[in-house]
């Protein structure tokens, strides 16, 4: 008696056991109300794939942006030292220039030099504001 009694009792626990099987595949094939697992972890997957394609995008994006901004620092670097070494060479020109006529002793060449060099600094500000 003790035996049949165990034989029932690991029946029902197989047909419980049964029962849960088919109401969790039912779950995951059909889903409860919503889309069944299946189909969410197949939307998840694409929907990750889609993320991802975006985020190779802007990084390549990205990338481009800053070669180019280095680019452009690096030009702005360039003609920064331009401008500087052609104010230095104007200075030195009319320092020079000013110096000679000081040692002739004409005062109107002078004159004169002092205010080409203002011309020659004003000139090359105004073509450096321009770039």
């Known amino acids: 008696m003790a035996r049949n009694t165990a034989i029932d ?3 029902r ?3 419980n056991i049964k029962h849960d099987i088919e109401v969790l595949s ?8 919503s889309p069944s ?7 998840l997957n694409i929907e990750m794939r889609n993320v991802q394609e975006e985020l190779k995008k802007e990084l390549s994006e990205l990338k481009d942006m800053v070669k180019s901004s280095r680019q452009t620092n690096a030009e702005s670097e360039r003609n920064s030292w331009q401008f500087k070494t052609a104010i ?5 020109s009319s320092l020079t220039s000013i110096y000679l006529n000081m040692q002739n002793g004409d005062r109107r060449k ?5 205010v ?10 105004t073509q450096t504001v321009k770039k």
């Open 9 to 11: 009792y690991l029946n």
């Open 13 to 15: 626990e197989i047909v």
């Open 26 to 33: 039912k779950l995951i094939r059909d889903g409860n109300g």
């Open 37 to 43: 697992l299946i189909q969410q972890v197949t939307t």
């Open 88 to 92: 230095a060479v104007v200075v030195v």
């Open 110 to 114: 002078q004159d004169q030099a002092i």
């Open 116 to 125: 080409e060099l203002t011309q020659k600094i004003d000139k090359l500000s």
